[in-house]
C-alpha cells in the first residue's frame, strides 16, 4: 500500500524542480562570484536532488560540474580571484 496520494508525488517532483533550478542558477552565479564556493554549493544541491529522485539521470549534476569548470576558466583567464 503506497504511503503518498499523487497530489503529495506532484509536490516532490515540484519540489525536485526547484531544487534543480537553484542549483544551476547558484553554479550560473559562479561566473560573477567567486567559482570554487558557489560551485561546492550548486553541486551540494543537484547531489542532493539526485537521490532525492528514484528516477534522475545525473544531468543536473553534470551541468552544475560543466557551468562550474567554465566558470574557473573564464575567472582564471580573466585574472579574477577564484576563491
Same mark, same amino acid.
Given at each position: 500500500?503506497?504511503?503518498?496520494?499523487?497530489?503529495?508525488?506532484?509536490?516532490?517532483?515540484?519540489?525536485?524542480?526547484?531544487?534543480?533550478?537553484?542549483?544551476?542558477?547558484?553554479?550560473?552565479? $559562479? @561566473?560573477?562570484?567567486?567559482?570554487?564556493?558557489?560551485?561546492?554549493i #550548486? %553541486? *551540494?544541491?543537484a547531489?542532493?536532488?539526485?537521490?532525492?529522485?528514484?528516477?534522475?539521470?545525473? $544531468? @543536473?549534476?553534470?551541468?552544475?560540474?560543466?557551468?562550474?569548470?567554465? #566558470? %574557473? *576558466?573564464?575567472?582564471?583567464?580573466?585574472?579574477?580571484?577564484?576563491?
Amino acid at each position: 500500500m503506497r504511503d503518498y496520494t499523487p497530489e503529495t508525488e506532484s509536490f516532490r517532483d515540484d519540489a525536485l524542480a526547484l531544487m534543480n533550478g537553484v542549483a544551476i542558477t547558484i553554479a550560473v552565479m $559562479g @561566473t560573477w562570484t567567486k567559482p570554487v564556493y558557489m560551485g561546492l554549493i #550548486a %553541486l *551540494v544541491i543537484a547531489v542532493a536532488a539526485y537521490f532525492m529522485s528514484p528516477r534522475s539521470r545525473g $544531468g @543536473t549534476v553534470l551541468a552544475v560540474m560543466i557551468i562550474t569548470v567554465i #566558470a %574557473l *576558466v573564464e575567472s582564471w583567464y580573466l585574472g579574477y580571484s577564484l576563491a
